[in-house]
């Protein structure tokens, strides 16, 4: 079954509880750490991952955008994530960082922007519990889906099949109705959606469809059908 992780970069930050509320049913709730450096915006930290974890029983996904992760990410751990996501062009030591993310007792996934490959990453695979394939520039929410990275999601099922991987694989940016089927039928089972979801008039309802058509899509795809 595909899974929806709403973005609440979307979303209301002087509301955050009754913003996670409002996506209930949602299998994560997608936060978006950014620090300025990494990306050109910059967004929360530690302490209000801290505060909503308490808040929601929803799982947290920290996308963190941020130069070091290597330091950063455990601290995301210590404070509630149920899943981290570093960005490889940004960790030193992305195969410590994962097995250290895991150790810690959360899900270890690892981003590439739209002009980093999956290929050298190869080798990689099995260290990880996510792989995020960004589907726009990381820094804002609201930019139109990069229809040129549906050839990375592929080819990134490809591998996960070739190496029989228990590995999710995850899209953000853009994703929304007219673009999660296309996502879906190149390999994608995750799918973070801010915009979509937090722009929708009923945010609960807009997951839900986002979850139904991922799976008709999802359904008769090549990958989907070797599972
Ligand atoms: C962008 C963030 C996304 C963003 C997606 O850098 O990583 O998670 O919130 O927003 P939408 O779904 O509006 O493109
Ligand atoms: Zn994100």
Known sequence: MPQISPSILSADFAR???????????????????????????????????????????????????????????????????????????????????????????????????????????????????????????????????DIMLPKIRRTRELIAKHDLELWLQVDGGVSASTIERCAEAGADVFVAGSAVYGAEDPAEAVRSLRELAAKASADAWWACAH
């Open 16 to 146: 955050l509880a009754d913003e996670a509320e409002a996506v209930r049913g949602s299998d994560w709730l997608h936060v978006d750490v950014m620090d300025n450096h990494f990306v050109p915006n910059l967004t929360l930290g530690v302490p209000v991952v801290e505060s909503l974890a308490r808040a929601t029983d929803i799982p947290l996904d920290c996308h963190l955008m941020i130069e070091d992760p290597d330091r950063w990410a455990p601290q995301f751990v210590e404070a509630g994530a149920g899943s981290i996501t570093f960005h490889v062009e940004a960790a030193a030591a992305p195969v410590r960082l994962a097995r250290e993310i895991r150790a810690k007792g959360a899900r270890a996934s690892m981003a590439l922007k739209p002009g980093t490959p999956i290929e050298p990453y190869e080798d990689l695979l099995p260290e990880l519990d996510m792989l995020l394939i960004m589907t726009v520039e990381p820094g804002f929410g609201g930019q139109a889906f990069l």
